[in-house]
């Protein structure tokens, strides 16, 4: 059974730093397009960061390069996303994604919150 679960989210105050991990299960993640996507309220769905099948790529969106990392561990089939200076405007729920066509899956997200 496919599973994306997200883990490392929460409250932390502006300036601060936050792990993000999403542990997957019943595929391997070196094999997948692996995604970081977030959703604040009232806003759309957008694309973070993404890393290549063989991770010599990783894409950032502009709003966090060079403060945000995204690796993976394809030995614990895991990917994480490294948070740093993180800003008020970083609040939203971050959802892991893997994508290999047709296929693509979905975690059920977790809350990060920067505020003072």
């Known amino acids: 059974q496919v599973q994306l679960v997200e883990s490392g989210g929460g409250l932390v105050q502006p300036g601060g730093s936050l792990r993000l991990s999403c542990a997957a299960s019943g595929f391997s993640v070196g094999t997948y397009f692996m995604k970081w996507y977030r959703q604040a309220p009232g806003k759309e769905r957008e694309l973070v960061a993404g890393?290549?099948?063989?991770?010599?790529?990783?894409m950032y969106a502009d709003s966090v390069k060079g403060r945000f990392t995204m690796s993976r561990d394809n030995a614990k089939n895991t990917v994480y996303l490294q948070m740093d200076s993180l800003k008020p405007e970083d609040t939203a729920v971050y959802y892991c994604?893997?994508?290999?066509?047709?296929?693509?899956?979905w975690g059920k997200g977790t809350q990060v919150t920067v505020s003072s």
């Open positions: 994604n893997a994508d290999r066509w047709p296929k693509n899956y």
């Open positions: 890393i290549s099948l063989n991770g010599g790529n990783i």
